[in-house]
């Protein structure tokens, strides 16, 4: 089964533009997870989709939204880009069975840099 | 409340020693907690998991210690190896968020030969 796939894997932008990230689960997989990882802060969860329903969000400002399609694929995007949004975008899936505790898988990450 | 706290920051261990790595959790309602390895250039993928149900996990080498009642729980290698080098992460989620795992901060682990 292939594994959680992400595109771009490297990304360069500027101040002020919008970027979109793609992740495409591991098949099955009906959840997705967005994840953002820096130096100073660690791996911090962004929100999670099921079912193309936004279920869980993390303290993040309303730049970054996502959405999820009919076929469990996943975007995310960010506005207006600041220099504090360089970092490795983390997507992960699972396979969201009521009730259960579920290994999430992760993708490799894009890696995004704002100059 | 939905801190993990995680440490140490670094550590090095000769080859074969034992590697441990500490994390502390506030949030009772917290019961599922996996640990994560990372090298460079990937994603975290999931060593092993355990459930307050349960003091001690084993698999192979790596060994999951849960103290409930401390909030504590912490990751143990056996037998360190060079290849086990990487960055590990202790997380923490609940079962009706188990889409949205909290994080440690990670412990930068060196294995010398």
């Known amino acids: 089964k292939a594994g959680v796939t992400q595109t771009p894997r490297y990304l360069i932008k500027t101040r002020g533009q919008q970027v979109t990230l793609s992740c495409s689960p591991i098949?099955?997989?009906?959840?997705v997870s967005w994840y953002q990882q820096t130096p100073g802060q660690g791996l911090q969860f962004l929100f999670e989709?099921?079912?193309?329903?936004?279920?869980n969000k993390g303290n993040f400002p309303g730049r970054f939204s996502g959405r999820q399609f009919s076929n469990s694929r996943s975007e995310m995007n960010v506005s207006t880009l600041e220099l504090g949004d360089s970092a490795l975008y983390l997507c992960?899936?699972?396979?969201?069975?009521?009730?259960?505790?579920?290994?999430?898988?992760f993708g490799p990450g894009t890696r995004l840099l704002v100059l | 409340q939905q801190q993990v706290k995680q440490s140490p920051q670094s550590l090095i261990v000769q080859k074969g020693g034992i590697s441990i790595i500490n994390c502390a959790y506030e949030?009772?309602?917290?019961?599922?907690f996996p640990w994560y390895q990372q090298f460079p250039g990937k994603g975290p993928a999931l060593l092993i998991a355990?459930?307050?149900?349960?003091s001690e996990k084993k698999e192979g080498r790596f060994t999951i210690s849960f103290n409930k009642s401390a909030k504590q729980f912490s990751l143990h290698i056996m037998d360190s190896q060079p290849g086990d080098s990487a960055t590990y992460f202790c997380?923490?989620?609940?079962?009706?968020?188990?889409?949205?795992?909290?994080f440690g901060q990670g412990t930068e682990l060196s294995v010398k030969p």
């Open positions: 992960a899936s699972r396979p969201f069975t009521s009730g259960s505790q579920e290994t999430q898988y």
């Open positions: 355990i459930r307050p149900d349960v």
């Open positions: 989709y099921f079912s193309e329903t936004q279920r």
């Open positions: 949030n009772t309602a917290f019961d599922y």
């Open positions: 997380a923490a989620s609940t079962d009706n968020q188990g889409g949205k795992l909290i």
């Open positions: 098949s099955g997989h009906r959840s």
